[in-house]
């Protein structure tokens, strides 16, 4: 996790605390929606990633964020706002994606990154 993390504080200039709880918020929502397979062996393979998910799951949102979070649902939308209330603009939120995929293809390889950007609708425009 310490590398990804490094990465996407360079890649989107945020700090290191920002960029885990990014990171985790995404996690969380890859292992909500596909909690088996490619996911899951991303988890096995990266320490700290359950972990990170797990926090971010658990952090919930305040305020706006939240209502406008449970309004949207927990879909790429619900994830977008949670990222938002990091203060992360939709250039930084791609750029987050496009660090977090990339490093999941160094792990998991080519096609299970592909497995899961075809399991979910919409998530293809993020990596």
């Known amino acids: 996790m310490d590398e990804l993390i490094a990465r996407v504080t360079a890649v989107i200039g945020v700090d290191a605390g920002v960029a885990r709880t990014a990171i985790g918020h995404v996690l969380a929502f ?5 909690p088996d397979g ?3 062996e991303f988890f096995d393979k990266v320490a700290g990633a359950r972990d990170a998910a797990n926090e971010a799951s658990a952090g919930g949102d ?9 309004l949207l649902g927990s879909g790429l939308m619900g994830l977008a706002t949670k990222l938002n209330s990091l203060g992360l603009d939709m250039g930084q939120i791609q750029k987050l994606g496009h660090e977090i995929f990339g490093y999941a293809r160094e792990i998991v390889g080519e096609e299970k990154v592909k497995q899961i950007a075809n399991a979910i609708p919409g998530l293809s425009q993020f990596m």
């Open 62 to 70: 305040a305020g706006a964020g939240s209502l406008l979070g449970g």
């Open 38 to 40: 490619p996911v899951a």
């Open 30 to 34: 890859l292992q909500k929606e596909l």
